[in-house]
């Protein structure tokens, strides 16, 4: 029985790492993607004589950081943190303008994909929530999604980010 227990347990050991080894070559690899703040573009009235201001930059901060939570949170995605790259995003600020330079930095991040998320402020009740996603290698656009929010103030930014990521992103096949 011992010398059974002896034979046993290498190939037990053996077949359970075959079996992890299959398991992580059918799992599809996850893509790597920087996930950019989200920038504001006002088109509004007001915008001349009313500037963004705190609450403003905190609910742009809201929308991004419930973006991110989403995309690590589906299991798809691993994200690539852009804070090393503040000094380069500094230069090109707004991302929105670039033409795709953003992919780019992405690259620089060892990144797959690129997002830049984007409220467009059309009235102070009415606003538009647009992602963005570029191939990082080529800068060529892979998916842009959009919805609209209207009678809706400034705190509904991060739930139509929510929406678009749930609703479109994620719903999409990989």
Avoid: H
């Avoid at 299959?22 to 504001?40: H, Q, T």
């Avoid at 001349?48 to 929308?63: G, K, T």
């Avoid at 402020?121 to 992602?131: F, G, L, N, W």
Wanted: aromatic share 6%.
């Amino acid at each position: 029985m011992r010398n059974i227990m002896f034979v046993l347990a290498p190939v037990m050991l053996l077949a359970g790492v075959a079996v992890a080894d299959a398991a992580e070559i059918a799992a599809p690899s996850r893509v790597k993607i920087a996930v950019f703040p989200f920038e504001l573009v006002d088109f509004s009235a007001a915008a001349p004589y009313v500037p963004a201001d705190e609450i403003d930059r905190e609910q742009l901060r809201l929308s991004t950081e419930e973006a991110r939570r989403l995309i690590v949170e589906s299991g798809r995605y691993q994200l690539v943190d852009t804070g090393t790259a503040n000094e380069q995003i500094a230069k090109v600020v707004p991302l929105r303008d670039c033409e795709g330079c953003e992919a780019g930095i992405a690259a620089g991040l060892s990144a797959d994909q690129s997002m830049i998320g984007i409220v467009t402020r059309i009235t102070r009740m009415e606003y538009a929530v647009t992602y963005k996603i570029r191939d990082a290698r080529s800068g060529g656009l892979v998916d842009v999604q959009q919805t609209d929010l209207r009678m809706g103030a400034n705190v509904a930014w991060s739930r139509g980010a929510r929406w678009l990521i749930q609703r479109r992103l994620l719903e999409r096949p990989q």
